[in-house]
Antibody, heavy 122, light 107 residues
Framework: EVQLVESGGGLVQPGGSLRLSCAASGFTFSSYWMSWVRQAPGKGLEWVANIKQDGSEKYYVDSVKGRFTISRDNAKNSLYLQMNSLRAEDTAVYYC???????????????WGQGTMVTVSS | SSELTQDPAVSVALGQTVRITCQGDSLRSYYASWYQQKPGQAPVLVIYGKNNRPSGIPDRFSGSSSGNTASLTITGAQAEDEADYYCNSRDSSGNHPFGTGTKVTVL
């Protein structure tokens, strides 16, 4: 079964750090771009970051640049999001998602994890 | 990064047809994908590319695009289609912003 399972969420104080993990199974993890997407309580989806198959390319939404780092370990079939200098507005459910790139102009997030909650509060 | 704009809410009578639109400059260059999200659940991909449905998605869901606007159409809406729907597209900076979301109510 193709599956993504996130972990590492929790309560953290403003300015603190947290590392999220996403364990992939049921597919060849190293063949896919991967993304993190978040959703603040009662709000819409926000794409956060993505990473190329070999880790050579990474992109971030402006609001997390310089604070968050996406990485992957293909040997462990795992995706990570290191979050530093956390703010209240980073409070959200964080999802990892598989990014299928069909062509140069066509891609989509076809597999999603169940999400992990991150709460930034004092 | 580019912005994708959706109508906040639409309603449709059971069995009728509803179209949800997504507008943004990036759609002139990149295809949109569409996601259905029900309360407390992770999003589910329903349409991607020109008009492609993943396995298991009913054929009442279809997609189209023209200029800077992408559309998701539900033909013969069912009660289980009541959900939030989001579009997404890559932009020229390599980012993948989501649309603002549309809440679909089936009456």
């Amino acid at each position: 079964e193709v599956q993504l399972v996130e972990s590492g969420g929790g309560l953290v104080q403003p300015g603190g750090s947290l590392r999220l993990s996403c364990a992939a199974s049921g597919f060849t993890f190293s063949s896919y771009w991967m993304s993190w997407v978040r959703q603040a309580p009662g709000k819409g989806l926000e794409w956060v970051a993505n990473i190329k198959q070999d880790g050579s390319e990474k992109y971030y939404v402006d609001s997390v640049k310089g604070r968050f780092t996406i990485s992957r370990d293909n040997a462990k079939n795992s995706l990570y999001l290191q979050m530093n200098s956390l703010r209240a507005e980073d409070t959200a459910v964080y999802y990892c998602a598989r990014d299928i790139r069909i062509t140069g102009t066509m891609d989509a997030f076809d597999i999603w994890g169940q999400g992990t909650m991150v709460t930034v509060s004092s | 990064s580019s912005e994708l704009t959706q109508d906040p809410a639409v309603s449709v009578a059971l069995g009728q047809t509803v179209r949800i639109t997504c507008q943004g400059d990036s759609l002139r260059s990149y295809y949109a994908s569409w996601y259905q999200q029900k309360p407390g659940q992770a999003p589910v991909l329903v349409i991607y590319g020109k008009n492609n449905r993943p396995s298991g998605i009913p054929d009442r869901f279809s997609g189209s695009s023209s200029g800077n606007t992408a559309s998701l159409t539900i033909t013969g809406a069912q009660a289980e289609d009541e959900a939030d729907y989001y579009c997404n597209s890559r932009d020229s900076s390599g980012n993948h912003p989501f649309g603002t979301g549309t809440k679909v109510t089936v009456l």
